[in-house]
């Protein structure tokens, strides 16, 4: 069982290397909610998403087991992979990344810039994964997997200041990839003793862990084609889902509809950025607006990597004229 004392040292080798990101309460979106919202912006980190905390956390340990490793590879879709590379980086550490066909080019940038070899193979991720075993066999490279305890917990620094800043939340609604951000919210929730409801968001285009969680075990789906690429799996992880099923009060899907109007009001109801998986909880809270009116909720924005011809669509949907402008 993680306690308390383990989360707390997962949060001191992070902050060491990054400073907390702020919470903020939006007027405007609380209006279009009709809920109290509190956003936990992850969006704000030095990759734009809380992935890097995870990122942190493995490398620090991986540094401390295996001081002479030959180097690190992983698959992803961006957010993961930059945290993989931005933490590689700053503990001397090779890393080579593996990301599907046609992935996001501004995050395929981004983790270039920071130092990482970049493979692009494969439909979609589960195919990249896939692949990324056989090299790591071939080269003798460490597999960072995209779900671990040492990713997770050092995700869960993120909670620990989000629900220590605003203990009183009634909900969290926090998007599930391979579930680290959940997973490590859940962790924190419960090592703080509080009674705050968690939500798992995921997008209806990618509905392994929502299907997984009404079934009670792991369900994959043959596809997982969705404009939030930071939820685009398609084979759940069975210890994230072991963590999730004990944990969230309920997981919610939303459409890709849904995901850009809610990038759309991030933009003009705070002026931040939000990609696709960054502003499913948005959009999970609208979708439930109704059940949701006057309470204290949380949402968790991460990532902000939103891709140009992405979001020029969404500020096209926010132009006055458009009717998408308002809920």
């Given at each position: 069982?993680?306690?308390?004392d ?15 990101t ?6 405007l979106l ?24 995870g990122g942190?956390v ?12 030959a ?15 931005w933490?590689?980086?700053r ?9 599907p066909?046609g992935?996001?080019?501004e995050?395929?940038?981004a983790?270039?810039?920071f130092?990482?070899?970049?493979i ?11 692949y ?20 997770w ?11 220590r ?21 859940i962790?924190?929730?419960?090592a ?15 509905m ?15 596809t ?15 210890e994230a889902?072991?963590?999730i ?36 909880p ?16 949380g ?9 140009s ?12 004229g ?6």
């Open positions: 069982m993680t306690t308390l383990d989360l707390e040292a997962a949060a001191a080798a992070v902050h060491q290397r990054m400073l907390p702020p919470q903020n309460t939006w007027p609380s209006k279009r909610s009709g809920a109290e919202v509190w956003v936990k912006h992850e969006n704000h980190t030095t990759i734009g998403a809380f992935k890097v905390r942190i493995y490398m620090d340990a991986l540094k401390r087991r295996e001081p002479d490793a180097g690190v590879i992983t698959a992803t879709r961006g957010n993961h992979g930059q945290s993989v590379a933490a590689a980086a503990f001397g550490i090779a890393a080579t990344i593996v990301v066909e992935n996001n080019p995050k395929n940038a983790m270039r810039a130092g990482a070899t970049l692009e193979h494969g439909h979609d991720f589960q195919a990249a994964y896939e990324t075993g056989e090299l790591a066999r071939e080269q003798g490279l460490h597999m960072v997997p995209s779900f671990h305890s040492s990713l917990q050092g995700v869960a620094s993120y909670s620990l200041e989000f629900l800043a605003v203990p009183d939340l009634d909900t969290v609604y926090v998007p599930i990839g391979m579930g680290s951000g959940v997973c490590g919210m962790a924190a929730r419960d703080l003793d509080l009674k705050t409801r968690v939500v798992g968001v995921v997008a209806e285009n990618a392994t862990y929502a299907l997984s969680f009404e079934a009670g075990r792991p369900v994959s789906t043959n997982a084609d969705t404009i939030a690429d930071g939820v685009a799996c398609r084979v759940p992880s069975e889902l072991a963590i099923l004990k944990g969230c009060d309920r997981v919610v899907s939303v459409s890709e509809d849904g995901i850009l109007a809610a990038m759309g009001h991030y933009f003009t109801d705070t002026h931040n950025l939000a990609e696709g998986a960054g502003a499913a948005l959009a999970a809270l609208l979708k439930e607006r109704d059940t949701m009116a006057g309470k204290r909720v949402l968790v924005l991460s990532g902000g990597n939103v891709d011809v992405l979001f020029r669509k969404v500020l096209a949907s926010c132009l006055p458009s009717g998408n402008g308002e809920e």
